[in-house]
């Protein structure tokens, strides 16, 4: 059977004409959701992921916990991944070589645009 995926609309408004994505999420359990946000700059996709509800961030986006470890199911092209998040990653249970990432490491960007993200749990 198909699994039915919910939006989550984190558009309220866009007065400043920001860009728009949409980023595919699977939950822990399965779960699917799409969300549409704007891209703002600065932020990281972490505290995107919070702004709606998903619980992670326990050290504040630092690379520190792992609370955000995510496997990237789509071909996306990413920013490189730095030692921090390297060392962090190595500590994992649930390491993915070619997948794993920490979502509080990704900036937010358009190109982010369709990104397929599986959350997980170590
Ligand atoms: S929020 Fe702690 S590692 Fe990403």
């Not at 992670?56 to 920013?79: D, K, R, W």
Request: glycine content about 4%.
């Amino acid at each position: 059977m198909e699994n039915k995926e919910t939006l989550i609309d984190n558009v309220i408004e866009n007065p400043n004409s920001l860009d728009i994505i949409t980023i595919n999420i699977i939950d822990v359990d399965d779960t699917r959701y799409i969300l549409r946000t704007l891209v703002h700059q600065n932020q990281n996709l972490m505290e995107v992921f919070r702004e709606v509800e998903f619980a992670m961030g326990h050290c504040g986006g630092m690379a520190l916990c792992a609370s955000c470890h995510c496997y990237i199911e789509s071909s996306h092209c990413l920013n490189n991944i730095d030692l921090e998040e390297e060392s962090m990653l190595d500590q994992l249970q649930n390491i993915n070589c070619e997948k794993s990432r920490l979502i509080c490491q990704i900036p937010m960007n358009k190109s982010l645009d369709g990104i397929v993200i599986r959350i997980v749990r170590d």
